[in-house]
């Protein structure tokens, strides 16, 4: 039972440690979004082409987001590690 009570904890703490992962996404779209908004300030006339790059962009930066967030509900709602008490 403390096993089982210990595995869980630690997996409560790795899921926290996986969503800090989701920081540099967010700071990392901000900076985007913002660039793309001084493009767009600067030339007017690009305006499609500054957009579609700022969102393929923001679209990969996500993407570590999603997977940090993937593992932490892998590790809170299926944990593979209880089952092998």
């Avoid at 996404?25 to 901000?30: D, F, S």
């Avoid at 923001?58 to 944990?79: K, P």
């Amino acid at each position: 039972m403390l096993e089982r009570a210990i595995v869980l904890g630690a997996s409560a703490v790795g899921a926290g440690i996986a969503m800090i992962a989701g920081l540099g996404p967010g700071i990392g779209q901000g900076f985007a979004a913002g660039k793309g908004c001084e493009a767009v300030g600067r030339q007017p006339e690009a305006q499609s082409d500054i957009t579609r790059t700022m969102l393929l962009g923001c679209a990969v930066a996500e993407s570590t987001g999603i997977y940090s967030l993937v593992i932490a509900l892998i590790l809170i709602f299926m944990n593979p590690l209880v089952n092998m008490l």
